[in-house]
């Protein structure tokens, strides 16, 4: 289905990265606290006005079923998924190519007091950014979501490699708008369990 001009001017799909293994939490990500943190990330994007959502897979194996997706979530396999996070972006990015989206904000699944609010202010600043850039940003800390106009994705793509993401084409990028959302969550990645949380 296309979607009219001028919502596809304007729409975002989201995307959550949960391809990794979770080596020092102790099983992948996508399983942490049974779906729970999956779930948050989900929820967030959508409630964010993301639409699609897509989850990118990797070490839970291929088959959706392992993971307790939420309904009507989009999923798929990041193949390469070991060689770090850059596959799984590659993977979310290629998939949000094929949708109607203007726009892409990427979401790990271990940010789980993310939540929707903060995903609405970085998606209105990309909205109204001259390049279509912008991130959350917490005590000065660069975090996620990440926001990306389409033109952005290719050279994206082009440039992850190993865990950086998008870190190395958007290091240089001075027209990225940076958005504080202190007052909506503190935006840390959680790599350990609860019960021994560092």
């Known amino acids: 289905m296309v979607a009219p001009a001028h919502l596809a001017a304007t729409s975002c799909a989201g995307i959550v990265l949960a391809a990794g293994a979770g080596t020092r939490y102790g099983r992948p990500k996508a399983l942490a606290e049974g779906g729970a943190w999956l779930r948050t990330a989900v ?15 990797g070490a839970t194996g291929p088959k959706p079923y392992l993971v307790d ?4 979530t989009e999923h798929v396999w990041a193949a390469d998924w070991a060689t770090g996070l850059s596959a799984a972006l590659r993977a979310g990015l290629r998939a949000v190519a094929r949708t109607p989206a203007h726009y892409a904000a990427i979401m790990p699944v271990d940010t789980p007091d993310v939540g929707a609010d903060v995903v609405a202010r970085v998606l ?5 950014a001259p390049h279509g850039l912008a991130r959350a940003v917490f005590h000065n800390t660069p975090g996620h979501p990440v926001v990306l106009a389409s033109a952005h994705w290719n050279a994206v793509i082009a440039s992850a490699t190993g865990d950086s993401g998008a870190r190395t084409y958007l290091r240089d990028k001075s027209d990225m708008v940076c958005v504080t959302c202190d007052d909506l969550a503190t935006g840390m990645d959680r790599d350990f369990p ?3 949380a560092r």
């Open 43 to 57: 929820r967030a994007l959508a409630d964010g006005g993301c639409d699609p959502v897509i989850v990118v897979l």
């Open 69 to 72: 997706l939420p309904p009507g």
């Open 194 to 196: 609860a019960t021994t």
């Open 124 to 128: 209105a600043a990309a909205r109204t």
